[in-house]
């Protein structure tokens, strides 16, 4: 970002000014949105805990992370922080929610499903995967995650509908890592095109969509 580019940034987002009021409405919407999700989840503290952590991201909180949510939300910190980050539960029967709505929403015969790997720029060492790799969100080799996203196309519209994390060769031998972040055994290092043959929703979404594509730099 050049220094002119930054000034005037900062300029917008300083009078930049939004009336709370002005999302009373989206928010209700999010919350009706939001029920299909909890109710897949499959215990009653998940359906509890998701609800929590999602009043605090919606909340007015200037810094949303675990312990500040469980403070607004009345709950102990460790609370929220095993169900973000330890506690086993599937996510497969989210997304085979959010498929069944975008079926129903933008579902058309000329669909297409599209494979295409993004980066993530870091600054740590201890996110799972990162490394000191391409990242096209850059242009260059940096410290950074890449992924494997899987998203639907019609002419209604798009969404996103899966993602898989690409795992580093350095990473997948490192037991210790591994242990530490709770990587599980069947992720082993792979090609980042090897991500898009291991989605489960496709078959679902192959209804509506007859053609796939993939970015050119999926090898």
């Not at 795992?167 to 898009?196: I, M, S, T």
Request: glycine share 8%; charged share 20%.
């Amino acid at each position: 970002m050049t220094p002119a580019w930054a000034q005037r940034q900062e300029a917008l987002l300083h009078d930049c000014v939004v009336a709370p009021d002005v999302f009373k409405h989206m928010v209700e919407r999010l919350r009706d949105f939001v029920v299909p999700y909890q109710r897949a989840l499959e215990t009653a503290a998940g359906k509890r805990n998701v609800y929590r952590y999602l009043q605090g991201l919606l909340s007015h909180l200037p810094r949303k992370n675990a312990e500040d949510i469980a403070t607004f939300v009345d709950v102990e910190r460790l609370v929220l922080q095993e169900f973000i980050g330890t506690a086993s539960w599937h996510y497969q029967p989210l997304v085979t929610v959010l498929v069944g709505q975008v079926v129903d929403r933008l579902g058309a015969p000329d669909g297409i499903i599209a494979f295409d790997p993004s980066s993530f720029p870091k600054r740590g060492t201890h996110s799972v995967g990162v490394k000191r790799q391409w990242c096209g969100h850059r242009g260059k080799v940096d410290n950074c995650q890449v992924g494997v996203y899987m998203g639907y196309v019609s002419g209604g519209d798009h969404a996103l509908l899966d993602f898989r994390l690409y795992l580093p060769e350095e990473w997948a031998r490192d037991a210790h890592k591994r242990q530490e972040c709770h990587v599980p055994e069947e992720v082993q290092h792979g090609p980042p095109g090897a991500n898009a043959g291991k989605f489960t929703v496709s078959v679902q979404v192959g209804a509506v969509g007859r053609h796939y594509t993939s970015s050119c730099c999926l090898s």
